[in-house]
């Protein structure tokens, strides 16, 4: 009895020394592996901000020569790094105040105020130039609220934006605007109502603004995840793509934003998917241009020099 008592005592210190002699030689192979991947891991770092570094200068340089005011945001969603130019300087929002117009309908319906299936009936003031969906409609063409975001946001649909701020209301609207977190964002008149501008009357907006709202629902930290997921699917399916995406390739890479354009007024604002990394990009241009096309080169040029910053990463 005692000798087998010794030989069990005996097998179960064996077998002790065995698991703990395994697990030092396990830690000493990772420890011993994982030291030039940490090295590797550093050098790569380094290599990355480098590299950022010399993307700031040349976008730095992009800003200097163009004839106009520029307001810049580009930030690395998974580093937080940024590169920033004229971020709180105001511009005439144009058509990017949709977005927080759309957020504030879906703040409002949070609230009890609206609900997204409310029926709104068109009017004839609301039909005004740049209206590509809404426009030929005939006046009392009923929709719901949220039948109104996807013309509004993938087209620009000013009609749909016009019907959603007299859903709403300037005050409202404005007090939605505050409650996000918006710092340099109005509205003070309808879209396409260059009277009113005339007369003083402008929205306004900033590329840091727009750059802390389209980060909300990157993280999916606007009201919810449904919510924000819903926001940038709308996003994702912009029709208008001579700018952001103009220069980008199509394979691998995905772009949700929104542009804006007026008079003298030419912005795009973004969320871009790589292979590689996902970046915000956000650029608001103020010009004294005739044409649009020499804003709409330059802010194609800042994402394609961006783009291919985090196209060198997988080199």
Not at 55 to 74: N, R, S
Request: some cysteine.
């Amino acid at each position: 009895m005692v000798y087998f008592t010794s030989m069990k005592t005996k097998i179960i210190f064996s077998v002790i020394f065995v698991i703990l002699v395994s697990a030092a030689i396990i830690l000493l192979y990772k420890t011993r592996s994982g030291r030039p991947e940490i090295k590797n891991g550093r050098a790569s770092l380094a290599s990355r901000k480098r590299e950022w570094g010399k993307l700031e200068k040349a976008i730095g340089k992009k800003v200097t020569g163009f004839k106009g005011t520029v307001g810049i945001v580009i930030k690395d969603l998974d580093t937080g790094r940024e590169i920033a130019f004229n971020k709180n300087t105001l511009m005439p929002s144009a058509s990017l105040v949709k977005i927080p117009i759309m957020l504030s309908c879906f703040y409002a319906a949070q609230d009890g105020k609206i609900g997204l299936k409310d029926i709104v009936s068109l009017k004839s003031s609301e039909r005004v130039a740049g209206s590509k969906v809404l426009g030929n409609m005939p006046s009392g063409s009923r929709f719901t609220v949220e039948e109104l975001f996807d013309p509004m946001i993938t087209q620009s649909d000013n009609a749909a934006a016009n019907a959603l701020i007299d859903v709403l209301g300037f005050d409202t609207l404005n007090g939605y605007f505050k409650k996000m977190g918006l710092r340099n964002t109005n509205i003070a008149r309808h879209m396409m109502d260059f009277k009113e501008r005339e007369e003083g009357e402008e929205n306004y907006t900033s590329t840091a603004d727009m750059a802390y709202l389209l980060e909300k629902l990157y993280r999916k930290q606007f009201l919810n995840r449904e919510v924000s997921d819903r926001c940038l699917s709308l996003l994702g399916g912009q029709k208008i793509n001579d700018r952001i995406p103009r220069k980008l390739p199509r394979d691998g890479v995905f772009v949700a934003h929104k542009t804006g354009l007026e008079r003298h007024v030419c912005h795009d604002v973004g969320i871009v998917y790589t292979q590689t990394g996902n970046f915000l990009i956000c650029v608001l241009v103020k010009h004294d241009s005739k044409l649009a096309r020499p804003a709409k080169k330059f802010i194609s040029n800042i994402a394609l020099l961006t783009y291919n910053y985090y196209r060198g990463l997988s080199k």
